[in-house]
C-alpha cells in the first residue's frame, strides 16, 4: 500500500494548536470573561474571622475569527497565592511578567482558577449579628442581624441563611424584617441536654466586585487585524461560609 501525506491540515481542522481548530469564523468577534471568587470563611460567635480565603476563577466565552493571540493583564497580580491554568497560557510569560498570554479555544473554558489568603488579608463582605436564647420547655428567641460590611458599594443579593435547630426545636415562628423564612421540622422528641443552634451555611451574591480587589488591566490582541469587543464582568459570592453560635 502506498500513502501520501500532505504537509498542510484539511480547512476546519485541527491545527498546529491542538486546542483550536483552524477556520474559525465570526460576523460578530467577541471574548468575554467572567471573574467569579468565592468567599470561605468561619466566623466566631464575636464576629471575629478565624479562617477566611478565597477561591477563584476566570470563565471565558471567546468568539473570535482566526487564530487570535491574546494578552491579559492585571492591575494587581501579586494578590495571587495560588494559581492554575488552561494548557493555552504561556506559563513563562506569567513567571516573568505576570501577564496571562494565550491563543485561546474556540467557545468556553477556564482559563485560570487562583486562592487568596495565605499571604492577603481577606475582607469579609458581610456581618452577621446574633443574639440566642434557648431553653428547653420555655419560649426561646432568635435575634440575627445581617448587612453588608466590605462590598465597595455593591448591593449583596440572594442572602440566604441556613440555620441548625437542635433536635428539640419541633416549631418556629419567627417575624423578619426583610426576605422570608421557612422552617422544616426535625424531631418532636423532647430533652433536657444543652440546645445548640449552628448557622450551618451563609449565602450570598455581589455582583460587579471581586472582594480580593483583582482588576484587569487590559486585553490586547495579536495575530489578527479586525477589533473585537471585549467584556469583563465581576461576581463575588459565598463559598464554604460558616458562623458559630
Avoid at 12 to 26: D, E, F, H, M
Avoid at 80 to 92: A, L
Wanted: net charge positive; charged share 20%; with cysteine.
Amino acid at each position: 500500500m502506498h500513502f501520501s501525506i500532505s504537509g498542510t491540515l484539511p480547512s476546519g481542522q485541527l491545527s498546529a494548536i491542538p486546542w483550536r481548530r483552524t477556520g474559525v469564523k465570526y460576523t460578530n468577534n467577541e471574548a468575554y470573561f467572567d471573574v467569579v471568587e468565592e468567599v470561605d470563611a468561619i466566623i466566631d460567635k464575636n464576629g471575629q474571622t478565624i479562617f477566611a480565603e478565597i477561591q477563584g476563577y476566570i470563565d471565558c466565552c471567546i468568539k473570535l475569527s482566526g487564530m487570535p493571540d491574546l494578552s491579559l493583564s492585571f492591575m494587581n497580580p501579586r494578590l495571587f497565592d495560588d494559581v492554575s491554568f488552561h494548557p493555552c497560557v504561556r506559563f513563562k510569560r506569567w513567571e516573568s511578567e505576570r501577564i496571562l498570554s494565550f491563543i485561546p479555544p474556540d467557545g468556553n473554558f477556564r482559563l485560570m482558577s487562583y486562592h487568596v489568603g495565605s499571604q492577603s488579608i481577606v475582607a469579609i463582605p458581610i456581618y452577621v449579628r446574633h443574639n440566642l436564647v434557648l431553653k428547653s420547655g420555655e419560649q426561646s428567641r432568635l435575634d440575627i442581624t445581617v448587612g453588608p460590611k466590605t462590598t465597595m458599594g455593591r448591593s449583596v443579593e440572594a442572602v440566604k441563611l441556613d440555620i441548625c435547630m437542635p433536635k428539640a426545636v419541633t416549631n418556629c415562628s419567627l417575624v423578619v424584617n426583610q426576605g422570608k423564612y421557612t422552617y422544616d421540622t426535625v424531631s418532636v422528641a423532647s430533652t433536657n441536654s444543652t440546645l445548640e443552634t449552628t448557622i450551618d451555611r451563609v449565602h450570598f451574591t455581589i455582583s460587579q466586585m471581586a472582594v480580593s480587589g483583582l482588576k484587569v488591566n487590559r486585553l490586547d490582541m495579536y495575530g489578527e487585524k479586525y477589533k473585537p469587543f471585549k467584556g469583563v464582568k465581576y461576581v463575588t459570592k459565598a463559598g464554604k461560609f460558616q458562623i458559630r453560635m
